[in-house]
C-alpha cells in the first residue's frame, strides 16, 4: 500500500529528531511527572499499535475485505488516560478510543498483538470477535471493563451517568455490584457531540445531581479536535458548553506527558470527592472523518499540515528520543516491524469466519428462556418483610383492585423481595405519580429504591440503563407516552443494542413503565393522549406489555420483572390511564372491571407468559381481537350483539410485542372472521401487524378493522372524533356478520 501523507510525515520527522542525554528508564520521564520513561515507550507502543490499525482499515477496505474506517488517528493521546485510571473504572468509549483500548488491554496482562487482533476482527466482522462476535465494530470487553457502544452519536452519555450513580448506590443499598465502592466511571466523546441533546443531558445530569451533594463519580472527557466530519467547532466552546458543577480540566491530548498528570488529576478528583469532571484533551484529526472521507474539500492545506505537525506520535516520539531513551532509528525500525506484522495479522483477520445465518445473528438479541422465567416468577418477600410492606391489610385481603391498585401492590411486593428494585422517575416519590399508581412506595421502601429524577426523560432512561447493568433491577417511570419519544433512542440505540453487540456478555433490564393511550375525561390533549407506538414495535427484541385488566396487570407486570432479572429482558409496560380507576365494565355499578390481588401461592398459576393472550367468551360467528381501552370496548360491544342471537368471542392480545401469534390464529380460526379494535392509528399502528400476522400463517378467513385516524389528539370532546369508539367496533361487527 502506498503511504499517505501522515504516514510520510511520521517517518520523516522521526527520522529528524537528535537525541539527547539518556536517562533511567524507571525515572520520571521529565520534571513535574510521575510517567517513568518505561510508562512512555509502553503507551508509545500503544500509540501506535492505534495508528496502524487505521492503516490496516483502509488497506482491508481497498481490498473489499474490511468494513469500517472511522479511526483513531489524532487522538493517540487517549493512551494517557486509559494510563490514568485503573483497569477496573467501568469505561464508555467513543469511536476514536484504539489507544485507550490496546493500553487497557496491555493493562489486563494481554499480549500486545491480543488487543490488536481484537480490533481487527471487528474490522472484518468476523463471528470470532470477541465482543460484538462480527456484529459491529466496537470497542468493548468484559474482561476490561469497557461497556460497548455503538457509532450513535453521544447517546452513551445518560448510560455512563446512571453507571456512576449507580456505583454509590450500590452500597447506599448494601449490593453487591462486582466494582469497587471507589470506583470511577471513564465516558469519551468528541467536541462536536458535546452539542448532541443526549449529551447534554448527561453533562446536566450529572451536574444536577453534584448540586445536591449526590455521588456522581464519572470523567467526561471530551477529545477536541476541532471538527465535526466536516463542520469546524468554535474556539473555546467546548470550555464554554461544560454545566456548573463538573470541575473542568484540560491537557494538549497531543503531550502524552501533559495529558496523562490532567488524567491523573481530574480521576483523583472524581474518586475522592465522588464528584463529576470533564478532562478537555484539546487533540488534531489526521486521516480525516473515515476512508471515504476527502479532507481537501472543505479544509485548507495549511490546516492539514498544522494538524500534522503537532502529530501525538511524532510528539511522544520526540519525547522518547530528546530524553535518551531511544534513537530514531530504533523507533522506525519498530514501527516497520509493527507494521508489517499487523498487516499480516489483517489479511489473517479477513479470513477468520463469518456469521452466517439470520438465527446465528440475531441469537444474543433478546435471549427468551421462559420455563426459568415462570419458575422464578413465584418468587416473594419473607412474610415479614410483606407485613412491614403492607402494614394491617396484604393485598390479596383487600378485595378487588382497580388498575392503578394492582400495579401499586405489584411494584411494592417486588420493591420488598429485592433491594435491587429501584423504582424513579418525575413525581413517582412524594407525589406517588400523577395518577397516585405510586404512593405511599417511598414511604415504606425509602427513598433509595424509589426517588424522584429531573425532568428529563433520556436521563431518567440512562439511569435506568446504567443501574441495570450495574446489577440492579431498574423500574422507571415515563409520565405520558408522547413524553417517551423525547428518549426513544436511548431504548433504541443503547438499550435493545447491548446484548446484541456484546454477545450478552452485557445486559441492561429493566422494564419502563409508561402512562399511554388517549380517552382520558376532562384533560388530555396530544401530549397526554397519545395513541402511537409505532416507534417502539420495530425495536428488535423489546416486549412490549399493554394490560387492560387488574389481574393481567399484576401478573403481566411480575414477568415483565422476572424476565428482566433471569433473561436481562427490555421490558416496556404500557398502561392505560383512562382505565387506572375504572370500575364498572357494563352497567353504572357493576364494579366488573377491578379485580382480586393474587396471593402469592397463586402467582404460578396465575403466571401469564410473554406473548400470551387472554380470550372471553366462546362464540363461533366472529373473534374481536383487541387490546388496552379496546378491551372494554369490545367487550360491551360483543355483549350487545350476543343478546341479539350473535355468536361472538374477544381476544385481549396483551402484548403488542411479541405478538402472541399462536393464540391468534387459534381464536381467527374458531371463527373464521376477524374484526380488530385497534385504538392506535390506522397508518403504522398496531392492526396492520395483526393482518401480517394473520396472513404470515396462511389464515384464509375474513379480516376487516377498526382503528383510530392518522390524527394528533385534540382537546376535549373533539378527541372522540379521531379516537376508535364502541360505536364503530360494534357497526364493523354488524357488518361482518351481515
Known sequence: MARDIVETHFTDAVAALRAGTTRDPDLPITAG???TGRSCQELFDHQVGSRLLDIAARVLRQEDKGFYTIGSAGHEGNAAVAAAVRLDDPALLHYRS???YLTRSAAAGRLPEEGMRDVLLGLTASAEEPVAGGRHKVFGHPELAIIPQTSTIASHLPRAVGVAFAVDRARALRLASGRRE?????CSFGDASINHASALSGLNTAAYGAFQSMPMPILFVCEDNGIGISVRTPAGWVERAVPRGIEYFTADGCDLVGAYEA??????????????????????????HAGSDVESSYRTRREIASDLDRDPLVATARLLVESGLTTPEALLNRYEAVREHLLRM?????????????AEIVAPLAPRRPERVAAAVTAVAEPAARDRAFGRTLPEDEGPLTLSQAINRTLADALAADPGVLVFGEDVARKGGVYGVTRGLQKRFGAGQVFDTLLDEQAILGLALGTGLSGMLPVPEIQYLAYLHNALDQIRGEAATLSYFSRGQFRNPMVVRVAAYAYQKGFGGHFHNDNSIAALRDIPGVVIASPARPDDAAAMLRTCLTAARTDGSVCVFLEPIALYTTRDLFDEGDRGWPAPYAPPSRWAETHVPIGRARSYGDGRDLTIVTFGNGLRMSLRAAVRLTSEGYSCRVLDLRWLSPLPSADLLEAAQLTGKVLIADETRRTGGVSEGIVAELLDAGFTGQIARVTSHDSFIPLGEAANHVLLSEAEIEEAARKMLG
Open 263 to 288: 488524567a491523573r488529576a481530574a480521576a483523583a478528583h472524581v474518586r475522592e470527592r465522588r464528584a463529576p469532571a470533564l478532562l478537555h484533551l484539546k487533540t488534531v484529526r489526521l486521516m480525516g
Open 346 to 358: 489483517a489479511m489473517e483477520s479477513a479470513r477468520r469466519p463469518k456469521l452466517t445465518s439470520a
Open 182 to 186: 471507589d470506583a470511577i466511571v471513564v
Open 98 to 100: 484504539g489507544a485507550f
Open 33 to 35: 511527572t510521575t510517567l
